[in-house]
């Protein structure tokens, strides 16, 4: 092929090859850096208890016990439906609730519309730790503490801020003559929002959803500040209250297979919601 | 179906500017009625008050008798199309059409028929379950007629409908909105800035200038009588030509040289005391190859010879264009559709020359100079500083 490329243009080919190579490699690197850790932890779920030191990558015995002993442990089981639920009920509320915000940011003008956005990113600049003990005080006194309310309510306040900035970011791309065109078609504020701009808002609603989903199931302060038993610790919590199977051992390979089924769901719910978040949704309804 | 009565419609602005002054429009049922002007001029603004889309500052508008300056659009039971299209990207053509009648409750069987009805006056039968995004600009904009249809509403509003569309579909497109509006007979308010889309489609023409209606008339009204500089500027393509003239012993000295006047004229500008600095306007066909005018008619008109800059023959009619030498004519008007046509800041642009059209048969040729005939009782005679037109006792205000 490369006899075949004319003289003239052998230049810009020549820099548009070494372009890419430079670009492959950047990938690569980055892609290391983010997956060797994972690997890592992949690797160790895998090996028996007495190989865990050895420090090879590829095991060299293979078991399933790790996994298996998880399972044994109640308080990961019940920690695991404590995540998902607390995650999935957050996630909902703060995208519906940011959905409605963001809109009002994008598209009204109202009084106070800057000071709500300053105080939104103030939440979002906040230091959470500062807040675990008011927080726990709080909960105590209005019998939050170790309930699901009592996650949920400070993850859907921490949630919020960025799911109000990216859904607006969304709304304001919508062209504005599609609403336009609604109302001329006899549709209320409310039915023009719900049948033409929410679904065109889709994508960035479903990536908005993934964020907070990923914020809710990460957290650990939170988590093991305002709880305290199997009624609504998370996953985080529990693998960190691991222990081996002697006092004298570590729970390194369960610590390392928890882990694993912990990514487990969120790579399941990206991967769901990656196939939704089509580019160009809106292409087709103004001149493109 | 109704009429659409704007009376003394005002649109201010927040920092005081107005959007609409004292616009007075009736727009009798069943008419076809076309805003036009520059950008910036009012007319979508105008629109968008008349859809309920932006609010009526002081006035009142009446459709079908009813004050509806507080109902939402919803209410108004008026249906737009816009410029964009604006469809729905997440629905088909089907929904497209569908949805402003199941908005109003509709049964399905009905939604149903009603949309076949419109797809096949529109020609979208075959498109019904397609998606926006993979059809033509034309076919989008047939959609967005469909969906316009579909509901029969008291009455259509068009906000450019056909500028995102090629020229040639443009031709098409405006032939198909001329007779679909007939079939149907509902009123429409159609704005665009395109004077060639408001001579053809419109039964009557709205001129708007920062945010003043110019002049209300048909077609033919507004290009033989036009009532000032910007309309007489505006309407017509090529455009009319305007020159500087002084009034002097009945005759119009011009860059031209000497143009007579008819007796009518010269009568009708000392009544009506005009001043002795005129601009003249004079229409491209007014102009022809002086060898074939006839004996008879020569004496109507004055005959100047200059060179031929540019010829363009377009197989019916030749267009010359000649350069005119000495000042050009000044006015705010035509300072303002110089803006408009973008040739305000290209040297050499449309000012200083004049534009002709002769017959096909002339022997004028790039270069050569050639004998050019005016017809004198065509011209039309302008206040500079007014922009008024005085030519003629109907254009001219009654208390003038």
């Known amino acids: 092929m490369a006899t075949a490329v004319a003289a003239p243009t052998r230049g810009s080919g020549q820099s548009a090859a070494s372009k890419k190579t430079w670009w492959s490699v950047a990938n690569l690197v980055v892609l290391l850096y983010a997956l060797i850790p994972v690997l890592w932890i992949l690797s160790l779920s895998f090996k028996t208890a007495d190989t865990v030191t050895d420090g090879n990558f590829i095991p060299r015995s293979w078991t399933f016990e790790n996994y298996a002993q998880v399972f044994q442990i109640d308080l990961f089981t019940s920690a695991l439906i404590n995540s998902i639920g607390i995650a999935i009920i957050s996630t909902v509320l703060a995208v519906v609730i940011g959905t409605m915000a963001a809109y009002a940011i994008a598209r009204l003008d109202f009084p106070g519309k800057k000071l709500l956005v300053g105080v939104s990113l103030l939440i979002a600049m906040f230091p959470q730790i500062s807040l675990v003990t008011p927080l726990f005080n709080i909960e105590r006194a209005i019998g939050l503490f170790d309930t699901w309310p009592g996650l949920i309510l400070p993850y859907i306040t921490f949630a919020l801020p960025l799911s109000i900035y990216t859904l607006s970011a969304f709304f304001r791309e919508i062209p504005w003559e599609l609403e336009k065109a609604a109302q001329m078609d006899g549709a209320t504020p409310l039915q023009a929002f719900r049948s033409v701009i929410v679904p065109l808002a889709a994508p960035g609603v479903f990536t908005t959803a993934i964020l907070v989903f990923i914020f809710c199931w990460n957290d650990f302060l939170f988590a093991v500040s305002l709880t305290s038993t199997s009624r609504s610790q998370t996953a985080t919590v529990a693998i960190s209250q691991f222990t081996g199977a002697s006092q004298f051992a570590e729970p390194t390979g369960s610590i390392a297979a928890a882990a694993v089924l912990l990514t487990i769901p969120i790579i399941i719910f990206v991967l769901f919601f990656q196939r939704r978040i089509v580019a160009g949704l809106t292409s087709g309804a103004v001149k493109g | 179906m109704a009429d659409i009565v704007l009376d003394n419609v005002v649109k201010r602005y927040p920092d005081g500017t107005l959007g609409a002054d004292h616009v007075n429009i009736e727009i009798a049922d069943g008419e076809f009625i076309i805003l036009v002007g520059p950008s910036g001029c009012g007319k979508s603004t105008t629109l968008n008050m008349i859809a309920g889309l932006e609010d009526i500052s002081d006035g009142e508008l009446r459709i079908g008798g009813e004050r509806v300056n507080e109902k939402a659009p919803k209410d108004r039971d008026i249906a737009m199309v816009f410029q964009s299209y604006a469809l729905y990207p997440h629905m088909t053509v089907r929904e497209n059409m569908a949805f402003p009648l199941k908005l109003a409750k509709m049964n399905k069987a009905e939604i149903e028929k009603k949309v076949n009805e419109a797809a096949e006056i529109l020609d979208l039968t075959q498109h019904l379950d397609r998606k926006p995004a993979n059809m033509s600009g034309g076919q989008r904009q047939r959609v967005a007629m469909g969906r316009a249809i579909v509901r029969s509403p008291k009455a259509f509003l068009m906000d450019e409908p056909l500028s995102n569309l090629d020229a040639k579909l443009r031709v098409q497109m405006r032939t198909m909105v001329s007779k679909l509006q007939q079939r149907l007979e509902t009123t429409t308010v159609y704005v665009t800035h395109d004077q060639t889309e408001a001579m053809t489609l419109g039964d009557r023409i709205v001129v708007m200038r920062g945010g003043v209606v110019q002049q209300i008339g048909s077609p033919q009204t507004l290009y033989d009588t036009p009532k000032n500089l910007f309309v007489a500027g505006f309407i017509g393509s090529p455009a009319m030509n305007?020159?500087?003239?002084?009034?002097?012993?009945?005759?119009?000295?011009?860059?031209?040289?000497?143009?007579?006047?008819?007796?009518?004229?010269?009568?009708?500008?000392?009544?009506?005391?005009?001043?002795?600095?005129?601009?003249?306007?004079?229409?491209?066909?007014?102009?022809?190859?002086?060898?074939?005018?006839?004996?008879?008619?020569?004496?109507?008109?004055?005959?100047?010879?200059?060179?031929?800059?540019?010829?363009?023959?377009?197989?019916?009619?030749?267009?010359?264009?000649?350069?005119?030498?000495?000042?050009?004519?000044?006015?705010?008007?035509?300072?303002?559709?110089?803006?408009?046509?973008?040739?305000?800041?290209?040297?050499?642009?449309?000012?200083?020359?004049?534009?002709?059209?002769?017959?096909?048969?002339?022997?004028?040729?790039?270069?050569?100079?050639?004998?050019?005939?005016?017809?004198?009782?065509?011209?039309?005679?302008?206040?500079?500083?007014?922009?008024?037109?005085?030519?003629?006792?109907?254009?001219?205000?009654?208390?003038?």
């Open chain 2, 242 to 400: 305007f020159l500087p003239a002084t009034l002097e012993n009945g005759v119009f000295r011009t860059a031209l040289g000497d143009l007579t006047l008819t007796d009518e004229l010269r009568q009708h500008l000392e009544a009506s005391d005009a001043p002795r600095e005129l601009i003249v306007g004079i229409r491209p066909e007014h102009f022809e190859d002086a060898s074939l005018v006839e004996e008879h008619q020569r004496p109507k008109g004055s005959i100047f010879t200059a060179e031929v800059d540019v010829l363009e023959s377009m197989g019916s009619d030749k267009f010359a264009y000649f350069s005119v030498q000495g000042e050009q004519a000044m006015s705010d008007d035509l300072a303002d559709l110089a803006a408009d046509a973008g040739t305000a800041d290209v040297p050499g642009g449309d000012t200083g020359t004049l534009v002709t059209r002769l017959s096909a048969a002339s022997t004028a040729t790039e270069g050569r100079s050639s004998e050019v005939w005016v017809d004198t009782s065509k011209i039309q005679v302008f206040d500079p500083h007014s922009g008024r037109n005085l030519t003629t006792k109907e254009a001219t205000p009654a208390h003038a």
